[in-house]
């Protein structure tokens, strides 16, 4: 057997040693100023999206378009009865409500109103829903009575606040749509702009 010496490893430069410990050091803050950063930004974007649902305008800024027949009256016999249809590309629902409303329609004791069914939040369509045990369910809001609900990302507008925002992500109000009288007929005039379009 050979008593030969082992060889001695060669220490590193300090200097690459300091390095090493200073790039270490700062890795791990990294994961926690990302975490901080989101975290925050998820706080304020939840306090926002809560807290600062907009009020939709008392004087309805109505943009004219062209007339377009919806339905004629005998449509509306009962509260919340409803009738989808299309304006200028965009669909849209009339409906009748229990009390008159900012932009709506009031002619012999009965009230109608009529909103886009483009959600504001990404543009999904919203539908009007009358259960209000299923909207507590699936969209975790309690409800007095029926509203307009978007699937996609659980958002829910009222239409006795003239279409205001009240849960989910989506923060502004539904444009309403303009409605004019003719004899015993229902027709659309013109349309609040999206804040999709205007935003």
């Known amino acids: ?8 490893p060669t220490p590193e430069p300090q200097n690459v040693d300091q390095e090493r410990r200073r790039v270490t050091a700062w890795l791990w ?6 975490a901080l950063v ?5 706080v304020l974007r939840g306090g926002y999206v809560h807290f600062f649902k907009k009020r939709p305008s008392p ?18 016999a009962a509260t919340w009865d409803s009738v989808p249809f299309l304006y200028e590309g965009t669909p ?11 932009g709506g329609l009031t002619t012999g004791g009965m009230h109608l109103a009529a909103f886009s069914k483009v959600c504001t939040h990404l543009g999904c369509i919203v539908a009007l829903n ?5 909207i ?22 009222d239409p006795t606040r003239s279409g205001r925002a009240v849960a989910g992500p989506a923060v502004e109000p539904l444009p309403r ?16 702009p999206s804040p999709l379009q205007t935003g």
């Open 130 to 134: 009358q259960d209000a045990d299923a």
């Open 136 to 157: 507590a369910f699936a969209f975790n809001y309690r409800a007095d009575g029926p509203q307009l609900v978007c699937r996609c990302h659980l958002s829910v507008f």
């Open 92 to 102: 849209a629902i009339v409906m009748r409500v229990p009390e008159p409303l900012p």
């Open 177 to 192: 749509v303009q409605l004019v009288l003719e004899e015993d007929t229902v027709y659309a005039a013109g349309m609040e």
């Open 59 to 76: 004087t309805p800024d109505f943009r004219a378009g062209p007339r377009l027949e919806v339905a004629t009256l005998d449509r509306f």
């Open 38 to 42: 989101g975290g925050t930004w998820g």
């Open 29 to 34: 803050r990294i994961p926690v100023l990302a």
């Open 1 to 8: 057997m050979s008593d030969s010496p082992k060889p001695t």
